[in-house]
C-alpha cells in the first residue's frame, strides 16, 4: 500500500497508520485596483509587464555581448548567426521571434501590431527591434486585454491561419514561446562565454 495523507502502510508483518501533514499553499496575491480594493489578476498583468521586463534583460544582454565581442574583435555577423544546434534558429532569429510572441498582448487587444523587417543584420537592429517591441506594449492599457478572454485570435502557422480562444492563445502560446526564445537567445550569448548570468536574463523587476 503506498502513503496517503491519513492510511495505513502495510511492512511486511507489521501494520501501522501513517498520517502525513498537509500541505499550506498561501494564498494568491491580488492585483490592488485605484482605490486598493482587491481584485483578480487580469490578462494584462499577468503578461504585459513580463514581457516588459525580460526584454528589458534580453537588450541588456545583447549590450553586453555587443561590448564583449567588439572588445574581442568579433565579426559581428557571426555572433548573430550563431546557433546552439544546427537545426536550431540563429541569435538574431531568436531575438525576431521573442519580439513576435510579445505582440500576442495585442492581438488579444485587438489593435495591429507593429510590421518590424524580417530578420535584423547587426547589433543596433536588435536592440531597434526590442525598443520598438517595448514601446508597443508600454501603449496598451489593462482595459484594452482585460474582459477579452473569450474573445478570438487568429494567427497564420505553417501557411494556414489558427484560430484560438484568447486566453488560452496568450497563456498557452505567446508567453511560452516567449519565454523560449528569450531563453535561447540568452543561451546562445552565454554559450560563447560572454559574462551575463541570471541577473541579467531577469532585468529590471517593476517596483
Known sequence: MVPTVAGTVNRGKGVFTLALPLAKIPAVNA????????????????????????????KGVIEKAEAHATGHKWDESTVLNE?????????????RQASEHAFGAGRVAGVEVPNLPAIDNSY????????????????????QLDGKEDSQVTITQGGQP????????LYHLAMPNFYFHTTTAYNILRSLGIEIGKRDFMGAMPS
Open 83 to 95: 546557433r546552439l544546434y544546427p537545426d536550431m534558429f540563429t541569435l538574431a532569429r531568436q531575438v
Open 31 to 58: 492585483i490592488k485596483d485605484e482605490e486598493g480594493r482587491s481584485m483578480a489578476v487580469s490578462m494584462y498583468h499577468a503578461s504585459v509587464p513580463v514581457f516588459l521586463q525580460l526584454l528589458g534583460g534580453l
Open 162 to 169: 489558427r484560430n484560438f480562444r484568447a486566453q488560452n492563445y
Open 124 to 143: 543596433a537592429e536588435m536592440k531597434a527591434r526590442i525598443d520598438k517591441t517595448i514601446d508597443f506594449l508600454k501603449s496598451l492599457r489593462p482595459a
